[in-house]
């Protein structure tokens, strides 16, 4: 019978896990400092816990952490880590250096149930949801995670359509006896669903991204099926009722398609629609993937578009590209792997 991993546990699991175990209630705290402080892959590396404690919780449990098997590196420093999860399986982690900040951008599940019209990951069909374990795996086992700064949820999957794992995840990297990072160094990215992300902004401290793409409902529906459901009015309504504070953001990401979203009437609604708004917008240049009907606008387009915006007192960002000499589109280097295995 498989172990259960303890990588992902939060503290209060922990808790109920040493109680059942007849262990003392402060063994908790102990092991989430081996798992979160120490990064231990053994539970006999834990040598504060008695020998007979650490044989009682092997016998049923182990530490869970695991590599990655695939390293694209760019040219500009952005390297594209593969972890294998389920059976013959794979998630993407992207880590990003940028000057002072070195970001991670993780997977919340494999494959995806959303269809967006530009996402790769969404090609694959959706195959599961990834426990707390394995997103928190994607930041244990990253080589570079002493210069790590900022987590942001923009990998593989729907964060919000996997809550709980999510939330819990976020718990142990913001936590004491976890990473102990600050909320404001973690985003989560979302195209909507809103009950959940209502949910997401009481429950955490995180900032909050959401996928837009369009102004118009019509237009964003072709491009993103979610709008049948969760209207882009609704998500707006949402945000717009819930109280940020100074220091929480919200921001909202339009990928520029050529000759669909990238033209001044698109960027007159998107002020009509959040110029009263605290956030920002970033346009972000669309990464090619195969047999795609949609292609990326000139850089020119970008810029003309930004200056709309601008103009009319939006906080407006062009989203540097990076990484694409390696397979940049999140999902492509995990379709490639699957298609290998199979």
Same mark, same amino acid.
């Given at each position: ?247 929480? #953001?919200?921001?909202?990401?339009? %990928?520029? +398609?050529?000759?669909?979203? $990238? @033209? =001044? ?6 002020? /009509?629609?959040?110029?009263?708004? #605290?956030?920002?917008?970033?346009? %972000?240049? +669309?990464?090619?993937?195969? $047999? @795609? =009907? ?6 020119? /387009? ?18 540097? @590209? ?21």
């Amino acid at each position: 019978m498989d172990k259960i991993k303890l990588l992902g546990k939060t503290l209060t699991e922990l808790q109920e896990i040493v109680l059942e175990l007849g262990l003392p209630k402060f063994n908790a705290k102990q092991i989430a400092q081996w798992l979160y402080k120490h990064n231990v892959s053994d539970i006999d590396e834990m040598t504060n816990l008695s020998k007979k404690a650490r044989e009682r919780m092997s016998e049923k449990y182990e530490v869970g952490a695991y590599t990655h098997t695939n390293v694209q590196t760019s040219v500009d420093g952005t390297k594209k880590y593969l972890f294998p999860t389920m059976k013959d399986q794979f998630i993407e982690s992207a880590y990003i250096p940028d000057r002072d900040r070195a970001t991670l951008c993780v997977s919340s599940q494999v494959g995806c149930k959303m269809g967006c019209l530009f996402c790769m990951t969404a090609r694959q069909g959706f195959m599961g949801h990834l426990t707390s374990g394995d997103i928190v795996n994607q930041v244990r086992s990253l080589p570079e995670r002493e210069k790590l700064t900022n987590i942001v949820y923009m990998g593989m999957g729907e964060p919000l359509d996997n809550l709980e794992e999510v939330l819990k995840s976020i718990e142990i990297f913001t936590s004491d006896y976890g990473y102990a990072m600050s909320p404001r160094r973690i985003t989560l990215s979302t195209i909507g669903l809103v009950p959940a992300m209502q949910e997401f902004l009481d429950r955490s401290e995180a900032h909050l991204a959401i996928s837009l793409h369009s102004p118009f409902e019509q237009e964003r529906k072709q491009l993103m099926p979610i709008e049948s459901v969760y209207s882009l009015h609704s998500v707006i309504d949402t945000v717009k009722k819930f109280d940020f504070g100074r220091q929480r #953001r919200v921001s909202f990401e339009y %990928i520029m +398609f050529d000759g669909v979203n $990238d @033209s =001044p009437r698109h960027a007159r609604e998107l002020i /009509k629609l959040l110029g009263d708004m #605290r956030c920002r917008i970033n346009l %972000i240049k +669309f990464h090619p993937i195969p $047999d @795609s =009907p949609l292609k990326g606008c000139s850089r020119e /387009k970008m810029e003309a578009f930004e200056n709309i915006l601008k103009a009319k007192g939006v906080m407006t960002t062009i989203r540097s @590209s990076r990484g694409e000499d390696i397979f940049a589109a999140c999902g492509l280097l995990s379709t490639k792997e699957r298609s290998k295995k199979r």
